[in-house]
């Protein structure tokens, strides 16, 4: 089992930019596939970014794509968004996942742990 903490969240402006991160407790952190996912409000939890157990492979959300990026530290037990050129749209409550598996996936019911968020947003 692992628990997920998440920081780095606050208020920031159109164009701006912020680095969340996800620190990790529990055993054999880097067993874990670890996602970003993030939901605004009325809105279902949608996927943001995942990458896999050693970080050399990255899926993104085309909404974020060249804007986002997604990292992780095996060794601090930490997975991190890097949030570029935000928009209003981004503005979301944003949770980490993860999932103990090989497999990177995208869909939110495959991920088997989750955080209790932070909040992002962007004011215009």
């Known amino acids: 089992q692992v628990q997920l903490v998440e920081s780095g969240g606050g208020l920031v402006q159109a164009g701006g930019s912020l680095r969340l991160s996800c620190t990790a407790s529990g055993r054999a952190f880097s067993n874990y596939v670890m996602g970003w996912f993030r939901q605004a409000p009325g809105k279902e939890r949608e996927f943001v970014a995942a990458?896999?157990?050693?970080?050399?492979?990255?899926y993104y959300a085309d909404s974020v794509k060249g804007r986002f990026t997604i990292s992780r530290d095996n060794v601090k037990n930490a997975v991190y968004l890097e949030m570029n050129s935000l928009k209003p749209d981004d503005t979301a409550a944003y949770y980490c996942?993860?999932?103990?598996?090989?497999?990177?996936?995208?869909?939110?019911?495959?991920?088997?742990?989750w955080g209790q968020g932070t909040q992002v947003t962007v004011s215009s």
């Open positions: 996942a993860a999932r103990f598996d090989f497999q990177v996936v995208r869909g939110r019911n495959e991920y088997d742990y």
């Open positions: 990458i896999s157990r050693s970080g050399g492979t990255t």
